[in-house]
């Protein structure tokens, strides 16, 4: 589940309506012992009742030296995902996940079709054929979305004023933590701490 943080934004500048101001939501994420977190999904929502715009942007997902790149993925309903395969192997990618389901068969190259993600939700990619090989797309309904780099920042622009609820999720968080944060005038920062589930050891000898 998401970690979520209820907040208020306040405008960054006083004035007529027709000005066009932003602010830009800072979240630092880290694990329990207090490591940055990368690959990090951060999403504010508007408040319930207000339309969401679509900016949808399609994304891809890779598979080469027999991995998904990126490993993380974070889009908007209604967006494209494209898979093209760079391996010198052929690949046959799946999800069973509820948000979405579907089969590519073996293929090389960019024959895979694009997918279309227009459901919410967590959804995993997996490999027939090589199953070390996983990926996770979380498909969001808000426009506003980041995800976190090496550092665990991540940022968000956000039109001026409004309410918001902010989320974060991880790939291996296994318990949401305690909401925590202040917001101020001007740009604003947020910070999560995510408890992740223990690291499994790799037994794999390879292919």
């Not at 979380?138 to 995800?147: E, G, H, M, N, T």
Request: aromatic share 8%; with cysteine.
């Amino acid at each position: 589940m998401f970690n979520v943080l209820r907040m208020s934004l306040l405008a960054v500048a006083a004035g007529s309506s027709a000005g066009v101001a932003a602010n830009t939501l800072t979240v630092q994420v880290n694990d329990a012992a207090g490591k940055p977190l990368a690959d990090t999904v951060v999403v504010a929502e508007p408040e319930s009742g207000v339309a969401l715009p679509k900016f949808l942007r399609p994304g891809e997902i890779e598979q080469r030296g027999l991995k998904f790149i990126p490993l993380v993925s974070v889009i908007q309903t209604g967006s494209q995902m494209s898979f093209p395969n760079n391996d010198k192997v052929k690949h046959h990618i799946y999800s069973f996940s509820p948000a979405k389901k579907f089969d590519q068969k073996l293929y090389s190259g960019v024959a895979a079709a694009p997918q279309v993600f227009d459901k919410a939700g967590t959804v995993v990619l997996g490999c027939n054929i090589h199953d070390r090989m996983v990926a996770y797309v979380k498909v969001v309904d808000s426009p506003f979305f980041a995800k976190t780099d090496g550092a665990g920042v991540a940022k968000i622009a956000l039109p001026a004023g409004g309410k918001y609820t902010v989320s974060a999720w991880h790939y291996q968080q296994s318990a949401p933590a305690a909401d925590q944060g202040v917001l101020d005038k001007g740009d604003s920062a947020l910070a999560f701490k995510l408890t992740l589930k223990p690291p499994v050891a790799d037994t794999d000898q390879g292919y």
